[in-house]
C-alpha cells in the first residue's frame, strides 16, 4: 500500500503517560504482552487476513514530509505498511481485566471508523466494545496518532483479547489503522483533539527554529508563524490578557486561531496555550477579531466566527484563563440590517455600560459606505441591533475594522482601523489606518456624536489597535505593530507580527496622548546621561548605543535645516527620525536600513512617514523604544507617535545624532538598555 499523506502539517503528540511494567496496586496501569510493539514484531498478537504483517511493525518517528507519527517508545503498529486495500485483524493474547477497567492506546489514520477499529472481545472472539478514530480528519490527525481510552469495566474480572480489525478493502484515504501502546487500567483522560490541541503541539515542535535575527525581546510577538491584530486585551484572573489573530502554521495569514499571552506588567508576556481555533460549522474558515469581557467571574471572548463567506459573532469563555470552550453563535446574519453586508460584520467591542453589553462592530452597508454598528444584550447570549454608530463613505477599500469604545475621563473615545482612507498631507499615509474619534454614544440611538478626529500614530506599522481599563484606572492601548500589503522580512524566518508597547492613554482637550506603559520603567538598566550637548554635523556619546534601547532627549532645534537622531546606524545602514524646518514636519526615514520594503499601491513610499510635530520655545521632546527591529517614538510626551519595523544589521547597533544646515542642540538626554530576563 503507498503511503498516503495529506497532512497540512505535523499533528499532535500523544500525551507521554507514566507506565508501570506489571499489574500492582489498583491505580497502577499494566500491560499485556507486546502491548506497544517494542519487542519490534508481532509476538504476542495473531494475524489474521493481510492487514497487519510484519512489515506493520514500524519505527520511524515521521513521515516522508516529516509530519511525526507521535508513536511512543520505538515501534508503533502501522496499518499503512501492509498492501493496498487488504483487510484482517490482529488479536492480543488474553488477559484478565482488572483495575478500572480502562484500557488506553493510541490511535491513528483509520479515516472510516465502522470498519477500521479497536473491539474490546471475549476469549471467543466476539467483540464487546469498539473505538475507532472517531477524531480522524481534525486538524491534522491522518497517520498521527492520539490518545484514545476504552471503558470496558462492565467486563471486570473477565478473560478479554484485544482485537485491532481493519475491514475497510477501498482505496480511499487512511483506509487502514495505526495504533500504539495500549495500558490497561488506564489512569490518564483522552486527548482533546481540537485545533487548539494541534497548534500547541506544532508550536512546541516548531519554535525552536523560528529564526531570532530580527525577534523583539520585550513586545509581545508569536512564538512561531503569523500574528495579526491583538483581540480580547483585558485584564481577568489577575493578570493582562492578550489574545491575537494567529496563523501558527506558516508566517502567512492563514486560518485565524487566538494566540494567547498573558502578563503581570504588560512587558513580560507569558506564552499560553492557544486559546480557540477554526474547529466549528459556525467558525470553520476562521476565528477572527473580537475583545473580552468578565462576566460572574468567567472571561468572555466574543469573536468574529468566520464559514462560508458569511461573518457571525460567536462567544468562547473560560473559568480559569487558560483553556477556553465554545458558547456558540450569539450574532447570526439575521441579526444584521438589511441594507448592510453579512460577508463584512465583524470585529465585535463588547463593553458594559449602565446595566446591559454592547457591542460595537466593523461593517459596510451595500452602498460600500463603512460603518460602525451598535448592539445590546441583558446576558452577552442574545442580542439585538441599536442603530449605526458611525458611517461614511471614507473607507475606499473595505469597511471599519477594529472597532474599540474606551472611556478617559469621562469622554467616550472610540478607536477604529478604516480600511484605505485617502492619504492627507503626512496623515494616513499606510494602506489601512488607525484613528479616534473624541465625543459621545448615545446608547439609545446607537449614534456617535463626534467631537475630535485623528490620526493614532503616523508611522509605518501600527493598525488594529485595542484597548483596556486597567485595574487602577488608566486606559492602556495595544496594536498591530504590522501592515497589510507589505513585504515582511521576517517572513523568510518562520514568524511576522507583533503587538506594539502597551500605551497608556490620557486626553488633553480632546487630543490624545500616548505614553508607553510606565512598568517599562522597571526594565531600565546602564544609565547614560548627557546633560546638554552642542550639534553640528554628527556626533556620537560614549555609551549612547544599542538596539534595545530607550532613548530620551530633547531637541532645541537651533537654526539647522535639519536635526535629530540615526539609529541602527553601521557602516552602511543608518535610520533617521529628525526634524525638518522647511515642512516643520518630523520624519522617520528607514530608506537607507539595509533592506527593501514594498507595500500596497496606496502606499506612495513605504520608507519614509512624517508627522506634524509642535515646537515649542525651539523645542522638541523625543521618547524612542528601539528592540532589535523596531522603532516606537513618542513626541512631546505622546502627543504624536510613529511606530515603524527597522531590518538592519546585527552589528548596526550604533546611535547618532546629527544637525545639518546649522547647529542644534540636545539637552537632558538619557539612555537606558531595557533588558527583560
Ligand atoms: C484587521 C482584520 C480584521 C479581521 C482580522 C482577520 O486586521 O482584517 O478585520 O477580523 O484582521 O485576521
Request: glycine residues 10%; charged residues 25%; hydrophobic residues 35%.
Amino acid at each position: 500500500m503507498k503511503k498516503k499523506t495529506v497532512h497540512l502539517f505535523g499533528a499532535l503528540l500523544a500525551s507521554a503517560v507514566a507506565l508501570s511494567g506489571c499489574a500492582g496496586t489498583s491505580n497502577e496501569e499494566y500491560v499485556f504482552k507486546n502491548a506497544g510493539f517494542e519487542q519490534g514484531t508481532l509476538s504476542g498478537w495473531t494475524a489474521e487476513g493481510g492487514a497487519f504483517t510484519s512489515a506493520c511493525v514500524y519505527n520511524q518517528s515521521e513521515d516522508e514530509q516529516g509530519n511525526p507519527y507521535y508513536k511512543e517508545g520505538e515501534f508503533f503498529l502501522y496499518g499503512g505498511a501492509a498492501p493496498e486495500g487488504s483487510v484482517g485483524t490482529l488479536t492480543s493474547e488474553p488477559f484478565k481485566l482488572k483495575g478500572n477497567g480502562r484500557i488506553g492506546f493510541l490511535i491513528g489514520a483509520g479515516s472510516d471508523a465502522s470498519k477500521c477499529y479497536v473491539a474490546v472481545c471475549d476469549t471467543d472472539g466476539n467483540e464487546l466494545i469498539r473505538r475507532g478514530n472517531d477524531d480522524y480528519g481534525t486538524a491534522g490527525f491522518y497517520d498521527s496518532l492520539h490518545r484514545v481510552v476504552i471503558d470496558a469495566s462492565e467486563y471486570l474480572g473477565k478473560e478479554i483479547v484485544i482485537k485491532v480489525v481493519d475491514s475497510d478493502s477501498g482505496s480511499g484515504m487512511h483506509n487502514y489503522i495505526n495504533v500504539d501502546d495500549f495500558i490497561v487500567n488506564y489512569q490518564g483522560a483522552e486527548d482533546v483533539v481540537s485545533k487548539t490541541f494541534v497548534a500547541d503541539k506544532y508550536i512546541e515542535e516548531n519554535m525552536g527554529s523560528v529564526v531570532t535575527q530580527y525577534r523583539h525581546t520585550y513586545h509581545a510577538m508569536p512564538p512561531v508563524g503569523w500574528m495579526n491584530d491583538p483581540n480580547g486585551f483585558s485584564y481577568a484572573f489577575g493578570k493582562y490578557q492578550l489574545f491575537y489573530q494567529f496563523h501558527p502554521y506558516s508566517s502567512a495569514w492563514g486560518p485565524m486561531h487566538w494566540g494567547h499571552y498573558s502578563s503581570e506588567d504588560f512587558i513580560k508576556w507569558e506564552l499560553m496555550p492557544t486559546a480557540i481555533g477554526p474547529d466549528t460549522s459556525y467558525d470553520k474558515d476562521g476565528c477572527f477579531s473580537g475583545t473580552a469581557i468578565v462576566k460572574d467571574g468567567e472571561l468572555y471572548l466574543m469573536y468574529t466566527s468566520v464559514a462560508d463567506g458569511k461573518q457571525t459573532q460567536a462567544l468562547a469563555k473560560s473559568s480559569d484563563g487558560v483553556t477556553f470552550e465554545k458558547v456558540g453563535r450569539v450574532i447570526g446574519s439575521d441579526k444584521v440590517p438589511a441594507n448592510s453586508s453579512r460577508a463584512d460584520f465583524r470585529d465585535p467591542k463588547v463593553f458594559f455600560r449602565g446595566d446591559s453589553y454592547y457591542a460595537v462592530m466593523g461593517s459596510k452597508n451595500n452602498d460600500g459606505d463603512g460603518q460602525l454598528l451598535l448592539y445590546k444584550s441583558a446576558d452577552l447570549q442574545n442580542w439585538s441591533y441599536v442603530g449605526t454608530v458611525w458611517k461614511d463613505d471614507r473607507t475606499t477599500m473595505g469597511i471599519y475594522e477594529c472597532p474599540d469604545l474606551a472611556v478617559i475621563d469621562g469622554t467616550d473615545v472610540l478607536i477604529t482601523s478604516p480600511q484605505g482612507f485617502a492619504t492627507g498631507g503626512w496623515r494616513y499615509e499606510n494602506v489601512h489606518s488607525a484613528i479616534y474619534m473624541t465625543g459621545s454614544l448615545d446608547t439609545q440611538s446607537g449614534q456617535f456624536a463626534r467631537v475630535t478626529e485623528d490620526e493614532i500614530d503616523s508611522g509605518f506599522d501600527f493598525y488594529a489597535p485595542q484597548t483596556l481599563t486597567a485595574p487602577d484606572g488608566r486606559v492602556i492601548m495595544i496594536a498591530w505593530m504590522q501592515m497589510w500589503d507589505r513585504t515582511m522580512p521576517t517572513q523568510a524566518h518562520g514568524w511576522a507580527g507583533a503587538a506594539t508597547l502597551p500605551r497608556e492613554l490620557t486626553l488633553k482637550d480632546g487630543k490624545l496622548y500616548q505614553a508607553p506603559v510606565r512598568e517599562i520603567e522597571k526594565y531600565r538598566k546602564n544609565e547614560v546621561n548627557v546633560t546638554e550637548a552642542s550639534i553640528s554635523g554628527e556626533q556620537s556619546f560614549d555609551g549612547v548605543e544599542g538596539t534595545k534601547t530607550e532613548l530620551c532627549f530633547t531637541l532645541d532645534v537651533g537654526d539647522a535645516a535639519q536635526a535629530g537622531v540615526k539609529v541602527f546606524c553601521g557602516t552602511e545602514h543608518e535610520t533617521r527620525i529628525y526634524y525638518d524646518r522647511e515642512s516643520g514636519l518630523v520624519i522617520f526615514d528607514r530608506s537607507d536600513m539595509g533592506t527593501r520594503i514594498s507595500g500596497s499601491a496606496k502606499e506612495l513610499n513605504a520608507s519614509k512617514r512624517s508627522v506634524k510635530a509642535e515646537v515649542r520655545d525651539n523645542k522638541i521632546e523625543f521618547r524612542i523604544f528601539l528592540d532589535v527591529s523596531s522603532c516606537e517614538v513618542f513626541l512631546n510626551g505622546g502627543e504624536r507617535t510613529m511606530t515603524g519595523n527597522v531590518y538592519s544589521d546585527p552589528s548596526d547597533t550604533g546611535i547618532r545624532f546629527f544637525a545639518e544646515g546649522g547647529s542644534a542642540r540636545i539637552l537632558s538626554l538619557y539612555k537606558y538598555d531595557i533588558v527583560v530576563e
